[in-house]
Structure formats: structure tokens, C-alpha cells
């Protein structure tokens, strides 16, 4: 087991210098050098204020076969998690279209709310429209296709 440092962590208090019996903290390089590091002896990772230094471990232990029980049980979570996942896509989709008529709702109301109010039939639109093939280079051409928007 050795020692390391989190370098984004690190706010080079140096306690962690301080600390170590065999100077293996240096904060010059950020590294801890693991050669001199006494197996993990965790004097550094206890005295750092800011968490930054954790231990390693040198070996990991073999990884054990799993039985065709644990084995089967795990792909039928994986299943029914995949299957919770589309629908919460599904949802998704819906709450995106109850998102975009709410906006719209409220874009209406604020129109009201303004003194500003267009009736919401063909015509209007029909208006509108010729409004935007018009040559006049004076024309709020945005504000009709925002209004275009709203009313589609
Ligand atoms: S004690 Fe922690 S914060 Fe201070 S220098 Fe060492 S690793 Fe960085
Ligand atoms: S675990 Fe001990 S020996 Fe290793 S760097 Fe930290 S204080 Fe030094």
C-alpha cells in the first residue's frame, strides 16, 4: 500500500511534509514517491486538511467467477434497468412537449398582459405570412416570424 496525492486537492500546507518520517510527500514535484512510502504508514492522509492524500493498494485480490444464479440475476436487472430507462426517455418526450405548450401559454398571456393581443385563426396567420413576402425593408421581419411561432 502507498500513498497519493489528489494534486486539485492539494493547497500545499505541506503538513504532509512535516509529517512523513521519510520525506516522501514532496509538494514540489505534486507526486509522493512510492518507493519511500512505508506501506502506507497514513501519517500524510490523516494530517492532510484538505483530504487530498489517499492510500493505494499495491495487489488486488483475484476476481472470483460468478455462478450462473448471481449471473443471471445480473442481466435481468440490467434488463429491467434498460427497459426503466426508455421509459423514462418516453417521459422525457412528453414532458418536452408540456414544456413547450406551457412557454407557449405563458408567452401569450404576457402578450395579453401587454395590451397586445392577435387573434389565433388562418387569417391572422395568412396575414402574417404575406407580411414576410413583402419587399418593404422596414418590416419587423423577426417579430413576424416570432409571432408566426406563436400562433403555429
Ligand atoms: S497536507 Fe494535504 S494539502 Fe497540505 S501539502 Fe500535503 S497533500 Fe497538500
Ligand atoms: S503514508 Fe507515511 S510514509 Fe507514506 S507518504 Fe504518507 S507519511 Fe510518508
Do not use: W
Not at 426503466?84 to 414544456?99: C, G, K, N
Not at 385563426?121 to 414576410?132: A, G, N, V, Y
Request: proline share 3%; glycine share 4%.
Amino acid at each position: 500500500m502507498y500513498a497519493v496525492r489528489n494534486s486539485s486537492l492539494c493547497t500545499k500546507d505541506c503538513l504532509c511534509l512535516f509529517v512523513c518520517p521519510t520525506g516522501a510527500t514532496d509538494t514540489e514535484t505534486g507526486q509522493i514517491d512510492a518507493s519511500k512510502c512505508l506501506d502506507g504508514c497514513r501519517l500524510c492522509v490523516d494530517a492532510c486538511p484538505s483530504h487530498a492524500i489517499s492510500l493505494m493498494v499495491t495487489s488486488f485480490p483475484e476476481r472470483k467467477e460468478k455462478s450462473s444464479e448471481v449471473s443471471s440475476s445480473l442481466q435481468e436487472v440490467f434488463h429491467s434497468k434498460t427497459g426503466q430507462l426508455a421509459m423514462v426517455r418516453q417521459q422525457q418526450s412528453l414532458l418536452e412537449r408540456a414544456l413547450y405548450h406551457s412557454l407557449q401559454i405563458l408567452g401569450e398571456d404576457c402578450a395579453r398582459e401587454e395590451g397586445f393581443m392577435i387573434a389565433q385563426d388562418r387569417k391572422s396567420i395568412e396575414l402574417l405570412q404575406s407580411l414576410l413576402e413583402c419587399e418593404d425593408p422596414d418590416l419587423p421581419k423577426d417579430t413576424i416570424r416570432e409571432l408566426l411561432d406563436l400562433l403555429s
